[in-house]
């Protein structure tokens, strides 16, 4: 069952976390265990961020020095090894900061797939923790901003290209409207 607010901060946020731990503690883990989920969640992060570097940054140096710095804040490496949903919320906001890039880049189809990925990757984020609101607040900016700065596209090409963002609005509410 998720705990009551009052039993532990957890229990403020949403259930994907608590369902994920209390999984495990029935498979026969015990609580402490469940820690090392929130470590899976930090090196998977870690990977993630390697994945982004190798895809936006062109210079070697740069891709690793960006690896290194996020392998070594201390506030991760703190983050990583507790018992928290935090580390579950930070895996998935840095998968949206990977794939965010990436679907404002290309067209078409390949722009829809995107967007639905985020979509659902938004979606385990707002199971983990209420704040990926602010994702799908600065996504809809970023649309927004691309719909009405000047640019030599019309504006029936401007919103064909916003269309596949409201996947990333659609897909949560489907996802989590439950919770």
């Known amino acids: 069952a998720i705990p009551a607010p009052p039993v532990v901060f957890t229990g403020y946020h949403p259930p994907l976390w608590c369902a994920m731990a ?3 503690v029935k498979l026969g883990g015990t609580v402490v265990a469940a820690q090392w989920m929130s470590i899976l969640f930090g090196v998977l992060k870690v990977m993630l961020v390697w994945v982004g570097v190798e895809l936006y940054f062109k210079d070697r140096a740069a891709r690793l020095g960006a690896i290194a710095l996020a392998t070594i804040l201390p506030v991760m490496i703190h983050m990583d090894g507790m018992l928290t949903n935090e580390v579950g919320s930070n895996l998935f906001a840095v998968g949206v900061v990977v794939l965010v890039p990436k679907a404002f880049s290309v067209e078409g189809r390949k722009r829809w797939w995107l ?3 985020i979509g659902v990757v938004v979606s385990l984020q707002l199971l983990t923790k209420i704040s990926a609101l602010t994702a799908i607040a ?17 504006w029936r090409e401007r919103i064909k290209r916003a269309l596949p963002f409201t996947l990333v609005v659609l897909i949560p509410i489907v996802l989590t409207g439950w919770y």
Not at 143 to 151: A, G, S, T
């Open 22 to 24: 209390a999984g495990l």
């Open 138 to 154: 600065v996504i809809g900016g970023a649309v927004f901003l691309e719909l009405v700065l000047p640019q030599p596209r019309a």
């Open 115 to 117: 967007a639905a990925a």
